[in-house]
């Protein structure tokens, strides 16, 4: 029963974690594409805003920003915030119940630090909250008057915290762990900042006074971070179903790849919105060199390549024969069969992880690519290698995945 709540729990927390996460995300790329593309209107002086016009569901609307007061303001202003609140409360509900109750299987690597599961826990909520303190000072010291200096410390701490998890986390807590401090970061200036500071200028406009111009400026400052974290922090949070990205090793030099290519990305757009005829398509080409830097790294630092290389050298001058096949499916049922089977016997496990069966010679021909991806190539299974597969194991399979690869061809 227990088992049943925490599994659909799981379910019904990531759906709404998704939703709530479209919602802010979605607002929050409109706003940046409609401040982008205002024209000059009649109605707002110069330099103080603008008017842009759209079409949408059958309607079209005229929408215009003004950075000054403008000539009466309504009592009904809709705020946006509930979006961004919701994303962290949720994303934070579903770290605590996939990688701090199941701890073992996600997050403690017994090879990087032994730790137990409250410690794990502790570091991890811990960081967070430093990790939010440390930006926040750093944005309120006089580093936060130059923009282009505070974005490469910004950086530079984000790959630092990635190099951090690492040595306290498996490689795939390290990636969900920098992806929530970016996440809380970006929650934390709505929160903190951005609202905050809106509410004092609609307080002052009310009243009649002249908002004073610096809360302004430092909304518009996190609102800039915050929109170059968004594509980073969401290929962080889907980077647990993606093993070739969980060596330790690499971990930290991805993070810095991958922030590079989604901000640059996202600068792109910025550019693009504001006048199609000048966008920068270079950074395009910044992005994929990032990005193919990434793939070649991840096979580089990739624990079973030679494995994998030597096996598949193996195969192609001696084809392997029946035992090869039967010494794997052996090794599959003595180490992956406990939680992968039709009824697993591992404790908390009641159905085969992603529908995923290996209790049979049929069952590991039908999944030998899966294999060599998740047990040969990267160790990302068994989780944390809790069963303890060996590296001689591995070799054993990496022959039978080599010769299946060679027989589909
Ligand atoms: C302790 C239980 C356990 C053991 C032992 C185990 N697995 Fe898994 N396996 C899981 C869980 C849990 C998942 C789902 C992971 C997730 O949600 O990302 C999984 C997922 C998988 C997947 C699907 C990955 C995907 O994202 O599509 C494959 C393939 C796999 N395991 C293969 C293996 C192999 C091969 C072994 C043995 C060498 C093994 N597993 C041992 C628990 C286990």
New binding site residues.
Partial sequence: MEILLHEWGSAFLRWFHVIAAMAWIGASFFFMHLDAGLKPHPDIPAGKGGAAWHVHGGGFYEMKKYLVAPASLPPELVWHKWQSYMTWVSGFVLLGWIYYAQSS?YLIDPTVRALSPWAAATIGIGSLLAGWIVYDRLCKSPLGDNETLLALVGFGFVVAMSWFYTQVFSGRGALIHTGALMATVMSGNVAMIIIPNQRKVVAALLAGQAPDPKYGKQAKQRSVHNNYLTLPVVFLMIS??YPLTQTSAIVPVLVALLTFSGAIIRHFFNHWHADHTKAPWWYWGAAVIALALAIWLSWQAAPGRNALLEAERRVASAPANAAVHAEATEI?IS??S???AQSPV?EG?ITP??G?R?ESGGDLIR?SR??AL??VLTRA???NN??E?SDAERAKLALFVAAEMRNSR
């Fill in positions: 299987l647990n179903h599959v180490r992956c406990m939680c992968h591992w496990i992880p992603k995923v290996l999944e899966a294999i998740q047990s299974m068994p989780p809790i069963t597969l």
